[in-house]
């Protein structure tokens, strides 16, 4: 999940920089704002067509899109997980950490 996870984080970093909503992105992407959120968290996927809409609104190509930003992820997202050298298991823990975040608040909602 580590490029999901730096895909949605970069394009989150450029939306932001451009001063794009999520409503500017679910209306690019013709979705609802709560799948740009999960694209974000790397929780969902967009197809071609929809990634090349991305890029275009967000002034890079695809590929540089789809490469994300290293540098910012680490800073932004795992930087509390530092400690942990193997990078494999820091992002199962991640992923177990936005699983139960996931479930906590489906269980709230209901």
């Known amino acids: ?3 999901a996870r730096m895909l949605g ?3 989150e970093q ?8 999520i409503s500017d992105l679910s ?9 740009v959120q999960a694209l974000y968290k790397g929780l969902a996927f967009a197809s071609f067509d929809q990634m090349s809409k991305l890029a275009a609104l967000l002034g890079v190509t695809v590929s540089q899109l789809l490469s994300g930003d290293a540098a910012h992820y680490n800073k932004t997202v795992v930087c ?3 400690d942990f050298d193997d990078v494999n298991q820091r992002e199962t823990i991640l992923d ?3 699983n139960y975040v996931d479930i906590a608040n489906a269980v709230r909602m209901n």
């Open 9 to 11: 984080n970069y394009i």
């Open 96 to 98: 177990l950490i936005y």
């Open 27 to 35: 209306q690019t992407l013709g979705c609802p704002e709560h799948k």
């Open 80 to 82: 509390c997980m530092n």
């Open 1 to 3: 999940m580590q490029n």
């Open 14 to 21: 450029l939306a932001t920089e451009k001063g794009l909503s």
